[in-house]
């Protein structure tokens, strides 16, 4: 499914939708931010995402990584920038053809700016002149493996004067003849301005969806500069509210958010399909008019998948994932990137596809925690088997913000067991991931809640944690007491307890109306033990690592390493089990002497 397809789903079911533009950053350290930045952000569940392109493509490789990288591990729909500006026609070849390889069917084709030092456009030699001819090119080469966005312009182009319009709704009218899909407009801060706009548009005979764009005024100088450079009309209210507060970038960044949330309500009240954010790679703000938007205030986010889903086109039918990376979705995705074909419906027999080798990648930290930071969070010289458990139980209370095994906080749903969660780890037991028991929620749950509407979601209450051998064998004793319970434990050098079979057990399905059940989450023995050799390593990849060889700190993460075991438990009563008696010591009565 292609962006237009995905507008016009939202236009059928009168659901107004948003999107973000996020730009290459210049530095590597930028980069890792902004990585961060967009998995935070599609939390939001925007319905695509544009990364820019820089002039002349002098970004064009990192464009296309940050693009592929969104889509392939964030889950974005991400739409691709294309220029023609100092673009020869082989170069444009090359760079779509390499967007269709790494799974981007999505493309906002551009004219331009003039190349850096350059006062004015220049056609290069056999390139292009207009945005229209871009479009003419992919539609004749590619046919309808694009779909192509283009951009409008409410107040005339940049090098145009105001007086134009009606110049630039005709140019506008020629990209959408040719094959452009839909329409995402140039900045503006008049509402009336765009829907003038729209109106002009509409009577030109342009009948493709057009996207208002939002620039959240983040400081005054950034707004000055931008609107002068853009030519935008700024209104006299907008220049006078501004005027007083102009030197204080926390009352400036303050007033943006409330004309950002008068300004999207007014386009929405006025009938746009969706609005687009230019982020300029900042978050708070997007985020804020989000929340201030009361028409917006109910929408809640529907995941297809209780998992990060994959946007990478053939991962398109992927519906079945081992719960074990639920928290390093990441590391899952680039260990099964080469598999031919996802499960779909069911996983397979316990012979499934061979995952990647683990490699240095896959301990590189996915944050931008820096070794300071993760110090601070972990512990500066943790000295004992106490300062381990503490650190777990900061992580489960929402004090810290990651563990080696958990590149994010923790999943809202995890809030309803959260005090038994901190006991357990209080107790020793070292809980990597867990989900809670649910009976038949219903699908659109803002906490459980996943897949189409009109269904229920189930849920085994699962727990998958780190133990010393003597908490192993509590373990062992209580979940002999309930038959409901299957575990599998296994330590570093592969000596294994279970009391279930090796078959594959989803532990969440849902119900939906007209389709066959859907079990989207599994424990499955063998893919357990392809994660084993992944989580022992974490201890000393990402933790031991921060520490000197010789320190005590090293030395007791490195034991912990070396004997204990790596246990992942099920509970398949999801009406009434209680997972967390199987954490608690048996205490043998006092006899009297």
């Known amino acids: 499914m292609t962006i237009i397809d995905k507008i016009n789903a939202n236009i059928d079911r009168q659901e107004v939708f948003y999107s973000f533009e996020f730009f290459p950053p210049k530095t590597p350290a930028g980069v890792d931010n902004l990585y961060a930045r967009m998995d935070r952000m599609a939390a939001l569940e925007p319905l695509f995402c544009d990364m820019t392109w820089g002039a002349g493509g002098s970004s064009a490789q990192l464009t296309l990584e940050l693009s592929a990288n969104a889509q392939q591990l964030s889950g974005l729909e991400m ?65 309808n493996q694009f779909c192509i966005a283009v951009a409008g312009y409410p107040e005339g182009h940049a090098e145009s004067s105001h007086e134009d319009l009606a110049v630039g709704v005709q140019y506008l009218k020629e990209k959408v003849d040719a094959g452009a899909d839909f329409v995402i407009s140039q900045l503006f801060y008049d509402v009336s301005v765009f829907l003038d706009f729209v109106q002009a548009c509409r009577a030109a005979g342009i009948t493709v969806p057009i996207i208002p764009g939002i620039m959240p005024i983040q400081n005054y100088g950034g707004f000055e500069r931008m609107t002068s450079f853009c030519k935008t009309f700024v209104p006299d209210d907008v220049r006078e509210a501004l005027e007083p507060i102009k030197d204080n970038d926390e009352a400036v960044k303050d007033y943006g958010v409330q004309l950002g949330i008068t300004m999207s309500q007014q386009l929405i009240d006025a009938g746009v399909p969706g609005l687009h954010f230019y982020t300029l790679n900042l978050e708070r703000s997007v985020r804020r008019i989000l929340e201030g938007l009361s028409s917006l205030s109910r929408h809640v986010p529907r995941r297809e998948l209780p998992w990060e889903t994959s946007m990478l086109s053939k991962r398109a039918s992927e519906s079945v994932r081992p719960i074990y990376w639920s928290n390093r979705p990441k590391s899952y995705v680039h260990r099964t990137a080469m598999w031919d074909e996802y499960p779909n419906g069911r996983w397979g027999n316990s012979e499934s596809p061979a995952f990647g080798e683990l490699t240095e ?122 038959p409901s319970v299957q575990y599998h434990a296994v330590n570093l050098i592969g000596h294994s307890y279970l009391n279930a079979s090796k078959s594959a057990v989803a532990v969440t399905w849902g119900v939906f109306p007209n389709k066959e059940i859907q079990q989207p989450t599994i424990v499955d023995s063998s893919s357990f033990l392809v994660w084993k050799d992944e989580a022992f390593a974490l201890w000393l990849k990402s933790w031991a690592s921060l520490y000197e060889p010789s320190s005590p700190s090293f030395k007791l993460l490195h034991e912990i390493h070396d004997t204990y075991f790596l246990v992942s438990i099920v509970d398949n009563d999801f009406m009434n089990g209680h997972i967390w008696d199987l954490f608690e010591a048996s205490v043998s009565p006092v006899t009297s002497p």
Not at 81 to 105: F, P, S, V, Y
């Open 79 to 143: 739409l691709m920038h294309m220029t023609c500006t100092n673009m020869a026609e082989q170069d444009i070849k090359q760079a779509l053809d390499q967007a269709r390889d790494a799974g981007i069917r999505n493309i906002l084709a551009l004219r331009g700016d003039p190349v850096r030092g350059a006062s004015s456009f220049n056609e290069c030699d056999r390139g292009f002149s207009h945005g229209v001819d871009l479009v003419r090119y992919i539609r004749q080469h590619y046919g």
């Open 361 to 482: 990648s896959h301990f590189a930290p996915s944050n931008t925690w820096t070794p300071v930071e993760r110090r601070s969070m972990w512990g500066d010289a943790p000295a004992s088997k106490e300062d381990i458990r503490n650190v777990f139980v900061r992580y489960v209370r929402g004090e810290i913000s990651s563990l080696p095994w958990c590149d994010a906080a923790l999943h809202d749903e995890t809030s309803t067991v959260q005090q038994e969660l901190a006991s357990a780890n209080a107790a020793g037991f070292l809980t990597i991931n867990s989900q809670p028991r649910v009976n038949g929620a219903v699908s659109d749950d803002p906490m459980f809640g996943w897949g189409g509407p009109g269904g229920r979601v189930y849920q085994k209450a699962y727990v998958e944690c780190f133990v010393s051998p003597e908490n192993m064998k509590t373990i062992i004793t209580n979940a002999a007491k309930k």
